[in-house]
């Protein structure tokens, strides 16, 4: 996260006036820092937001918020745009609504914080204030206390050299038998002074891992990206700064082997502006066990990586892509990943002739978030769907992200260049066991007969394949 200067407040504010609280709840009464405030705080900002931690500043108490109110009014107020904080960027008003670990502001959580400020932000009593957080979380795994951790060797980035690709050494994870996993979160570890930024104002200014693809390999078996097969568990969600963690649905774990290793075979590293000594560690933590998944999971890739065309100095650019799921799909997690240009992402279902948006996401590249849906909300797609992303791009001065709006751009892995992937999670379904879980979800949910079930085409019609024992012979004989 970048640090705000008093002329960076001074624009978010500026940014933050064509998204003011027009349609945000009335709040009755005096809004104060103790009693109403500080919640919203500690759910929604102090996690980084805290002493010695990878936030410019502490938000912890009144006194160390009360110079950050109108910045924080801003940040709030941008919602899904670039720079918005938490980042946290699902559009409101369009699809899905329902996510997993959702940390942004309620309407009404927001409508607090817009009158507080308006008010003076006064402190209020504060003996009304929550219990505090505990100092330290940040530093804690978010998805819990790993069972394994695999480190990779350290890497020096000086401050001054230019973006590097490429391999880092195999990661051995030391396992003597086979187990499944539920959570891998991946942190980057460095020498960087906490709570400082960088010495650039860049992206991820604190950091020097700007990505990392990797998979898991056996060492002398066969490659494979299948699950079930004796000497792979495939690639897995890649790391990205600012990512949040990935946490596997219950009955579709990802497989690690006895012996294997980590495959870090797609790196990139940056100058963050001052030597820098880093690694990443990986922490897994397992099922049970004798667990054994139902489904398959499975990393979606859907994206354009053979025409992308971003003139520069110019904003609303867009591009598509598409994907025809050729099996039965339950979409877990949807993640979209762009370059500094990228600023809004899109993702369509076509089945038939009907087209639903499942959710339009704003994009900061200096934050990369994997949204992950509700289980009763996550979109359950029919083979023969067709998906697709639309990009939003601007590459002028307003967009911050972009080092030099006068540059055309095209494909690549720098930030200077272009990508535009949906990098999501989803399990591939069997006939049967998509009818399964439409059934349950109709039992749970109460569908209204021809209630229009975003994400969900077939949730309110026949099953795809008819029970046959159900009907009589006159019946299958007719069809």
């Known amino acids: 996260m970048s640090s705000l200067t008093s002329a960076g407040v001074a624009g978010l504010v500026v940014a933050a006036a064509a998204f003011a609280a027009d349609g945000l709840p009335k709040v009755a009464g005096e809004v104060t820092f103790s009693k109403d405030i500080a919640p919203i705080l500690q759910r929604s900002c102090q996690n980084c937001h805290q002493p010695e931690s990878v936030a410019p500043m502490s938000l912890m108490t009144y006194t160390e918020v009360r110079p950050w109110a109108k910045a924080i009014k801003a940040r709030m107020l941008l919602r899904d745009k ?49 219990p505090p957080i505990e100092i330290g979380q940040n530093k804690r795994w978010t998805a819990g206390e790993p069972d394994l951790i695999v480190k990779t060797e350290w890497v020096t980035v000086k401050a001054g050299s230019p973006d590097w690709w490429g391999e880092l050494p195999n990661a051995p994870t030391g396992l003597t038998e086979d187990r499944w996993v539920k959570s891998v979160e991946i942190r980057e570890e460095n020498d960087v002074e906490p709570g ?155 089945w038939g002739y009907n087209i639903e948006t499942l959710n339009c996401v704003g994009y900061d590249h200096n934050w990369v978030r994997a949204y992950e849906y509700d289980d009763d909300y996550a979109p359950l797609l029919p083979k023969g769907t067709i998906l697709h992303i639309i990009g939003y791009f601007d590459s002028t001065s307003a967009n911050k992200n972009v080092p030099d709006f006068r540059n055309w751009s095209g494909s690549g892995n720098r930030s200077i260049t272009n990508m535009f992937i949906d990098l999501g999670q989803q399990l591939n379904l069997s006939d049967e066991k998509f009818e399964e879980e439409m059934a349950r979800r109709r039992a749970k949910m109460h569908y209204r007969p021809n209630e229009v079930v975003i994400g969900c085409p077939l949730c309110n019609g026949e099953p795809i394949v008819p029970k046959q024992k159900a009907r009589p012979a006159s019946t299958e004989n007719a069809r």
Request: net charge negative.
């Open 196 to 350: 400082t930024d960088g010495g650039r104002k860049t992206v991820g200014s604190r950091y020097v891992f700007h990505h990392m693809i990797w998979s898991v390999t056996v060492p002398g078996a066969p490659p494979s990206t299948d699950d079930f097969s004796e000497g792979s568990s495939g690639i897995w969600p890649i790391h990205e700064v600012g990512r949040n963690a990935d946490t596997f649905p219950d009955n579709a774990g990802k497989l690690l082997r006895a012996g294997s290793v980590l495959n870090l075979f797609s790196t990139h590293l940056h100058s963050n502006g001052r030597d820098t000594k880093s690694r990443l560690l990986y922490g897994f933590r397992f099922f049970p066990k004798g667990y054994e998944p139902e489904f398959r999971y499975g990393v979606r890739a859907l994206g354009n990586g053979v025409d992308i065309d971003i003139n520069g100095d110019e904003k609303d650019q867009r591009l598509d892509a598409y994907q025809v799921l050729e099996q039965n799909t339950k979409i877990t997690v949807y993640e979209p990943h762009m370059h500094a240009p990228g600023v809004r992402m899109c993702l369509e279902a076509i």
């Open 82 to 130: 670039p720079g918005a904080m938490p980042p946290w960027y699902i559009e409101r008003n369009i699809g899905i609504q329902h996510f997993k670990n959702d940390t942004s502001p309620t309407d009404l959580e927001l409508a607090k914080v817009v009158k507080w400020v308006d008010s003076g932000a006064p402190e209020g009593n504060p003996k009304e204030l929550p």
